[in-house]
């Protein structure tokens, strides 16, 4: 019997505890639709601080992991287009180059066959046209037919057109025809100005025409920084903005650049948009593959600011408490973008010249 007095003392305890809270949180505020008001006798009414919202100049900063890469352009992996063997070497790791500087030099046959084709379109052309000059001397001179005329002149055209191919083949490997000699070894030109970071050309091996390369000449005085970036950051990123970089080789260096190019294409696997940066690295700082990180600014722009500590979380929503009128407020739901010392931007749900809740609206949290 004491026990179930006892439980029933307790229980009325509780109710009348609960009672007074809910009592105490009336007298602080009122709600009457979306509308909160705030009587004068509320204690809530001390704690609440306002502002007006405001537009200012507002520079954004975003961070996202990168690595650093060789520019296509600036790169060149080189191997031999014959297989054959190596007979000269010119080039040394570290080596400066320029473009048609003489890295190595290849004995193939290959390479002699294709001047064996060079040289007999060249026969063929030189007999075709005489062969022509003959026939068109006969026409004029009333012996020759038109037919036999325009057989020549069809003739020479395709062994031209034959000639003009075989040797056009030998420009792209940097040979010149006209001074060519039949069984002279190929040589292989730099095709870039740059540095020969990887050498693995040794005189007297031989090489085969789908070997992988076994040179790369660089030119990495300037580099590419590629970074991820979340797609609901992508608006935060513009072509041309200035970026830092910064490598965990160099701690406290910071590397200017710009960014060169955004991905059109989202990664579906990571929602992120691939952005490339341009860097100058005339020091070589910066070394394909390594890892870093950039942070993008964008230009100083106005928009709407906030303190950081206005917004409030509900789940997944953001929300301020937006004065209607003194001390009646509604709750409203905003989309928020980058924070800067303790402001945050907001993107959409608040007009400059609104009055907001600053400090002091988790009071009015529960009110819905």
Request: with cysteine; net charge neutral.
């Amino acid at each position: 019997m004491k026990l179930i007095l006892i439980s029933s003392v307790f229980i009325l305890l509780m109710a009348s505890c609960a009672q007074k809270r809910a009592e105490e949180k009336l007298e602080n505020y009122t709600l009457l639709g979306d509308t909160i008001n705030i009587p004068e006798a509320s204690g809530i009414r001390k704690v609440l601080q306002t502002d007006t919202v405001a537009r200012d100049n507002f520079q954004s900063s975003l961070q996202a992991a990168a690595t650093i890469k060789a520019i296509p352009n600036l790169y060149a992996a080189v191997a031999p287009p014959f297989s054959g063997r190596i007979t000269r070497v010119f080039l040394k790791l570290g080596m400066q180059v320029k473009a048609g500087t003489p890295l190595f030099e290849i004995a193939s046959p290959d390479f002699i066959d294709q001047q064996k084709n060079f040289y007999a379109a060249r026969s063929a052309s030189i007999a075709a046209e005489l062969n022509l000059k003959r026939q068109t001397d006969l026409k004029n001179n009333g012996v020759g037919s038109s037919k036999d005329l325009e057989e020549a002149r069809s003739l020479f055209e395709i062994n031209q057109k034959e000639y003009q191919n075989q040797s056009a083949a030998l420009k792209i490997y940097q040979v010149d025809p006209e001074k060519m000699v039949l069984g002279q070894s190929l040589v292989i030109y730099s095709p870039i100005t740059g540095d020969v970071i990887s050498n693995e050309v040794i005189s007297g091996h031989f090489l085969k025409s789908d070997e992988p390369p076994r040179a790369v000449i660089a030119d990495l005085s300037r580099v590419w920084v590629s970074a991820s970036v979340k797609e609901k950051d992508i608006s935060q990123v513009h072509t041309g903005d200035e970026i830092l970089i910064s490598v965990a080789s160099y701690p406290g260096r910071k590397i200017s650049g710009k960014v060169y190019h955004i991905d059109e294409l989202v990664d579906d696997q990571t929602q992120s948009i691939n952005v490339l940066m341009s860097c100058e690295n005339t020091d070589r700082a910066l070394k394909p593959g390594m890892y870093a990180t950039a942070t993008f600014k964008e230009s100083p722009r106005p928009v709407t600011v906030i303190p950081l500590k206005a917004v409030l979380q509900d789940g997944q929503r953001q929300f301020v408490f937006v004065q209607i009128t003194p001390f009646k407020f509604i709750r409203r739901t905003i989309e928020t973008g980058s924070e800067v010392k303790g402001k945050i931007v907001v993107r959409t749900g608040l007009e400059p010249g609104e009055t907001i809740i600053t400090a002091g609206g988790f009071y009015l949290q529960e009110a819905k």
